[in-house]
């Protein structure tokens, strides 16, 4: 089917390439804010009828990640169909703002999936001790004191493996909402493993094997914009 040429109705392709970060950042990277803007600019352009999110990502930040979700929600709240166009991969955080796309392209040879979260603490305390410098100091609670020249305390510890416990649920919760599967399903093609394009679609990851062009079709027709 060919698109049809109406100078009023348009595709909008946005690109995310690079390592997810907060904040605003330069192409070559995704901003949470900066890419939230352009999704957010194509949403409120009335001659911008679909989107097609093109994910060229490794992923990154959980925080920018999710703004950027919340922006393509509102875009197909707004009407908007929005198609998620894989390159060479789109892991983790790259998968995070795929999946809530109405429908999702991947290459065959696409790395996707690596559906996890991680976090760490690094302390220097062993290092300095063997220079002679300690920290020490009185505290009322196990989590209190917290900082890079003290070892991390047993309470801490445990508040960020719940943290990253959170992180995970919410992430393959996500997952089985926009792929329609249960968190069992999810969690057992999850764990941060990763996929090719082809066995993604095998399991669920993906709806189609293609390229960008295919994608900005699917979004045409998505919005009907084919004839």
């Given at each position: ?159 960020f493996q719940l943290n990253i416990n959170k992180g995970y649920q919410n992430f ?56």
């Open positions: 089917p060919a698109i049809t040429p109406n100078e009023n109705d348009k595709v909008a392709i946005i690109v995310a390439k690079g390592t997810i970060l907060n904040g605003k950042q330069k192409p070559g990277t995704i901003g949470g804010d900066s890419t939230a803007k352009l999704l957010r600019k194509a949403r409120y352009n009335d001659k911008v009828k679909a989107v097609v999110l093109r994910v060229d990502s490794p992923g990154g930040r959980a925080f920018a990640s999710e703004i950027i979700r919340q922006e393509i929600d509102l875009l197909k709240a707004a009407g908007k169909p929005v198609v998620a166009s894989m390159g060479t991969y789109a892991a983790s955080g790259g998968y995070w703002i795929s999946a809530p796309a109405d429908k999702i392209y991947a290459a065959p040879s696409t790395i996707t999936g690596s559906i996890g979260i991680f976090g760490m603490m690094m302390t220097v305390d062993k290092t300095l001790g063997k220079l002679g410098i300690y920290t020490d100091g009185v505290s009322t609670t196990d989590i209190a004191g917290l900082g890079i020249t003290r070892p991390l305390s047993e309470g801490m510890a445990k508040l393959i919760g996500l997952v089985a909402k926009h792929r329609h599967m249960t968190l069992e399903q999810v969690d057992a093609i999850a764990q941060g493993r990763v996929w090719s394009g082809i066995k993604a679609k095998k399991l669920g990851l993906v709806d189609e094997l293609g390229d960008l062009t295919d994608a900005v079709v699917a979004a045409a027709q998505l919005a009907n914009l084919t004839t």
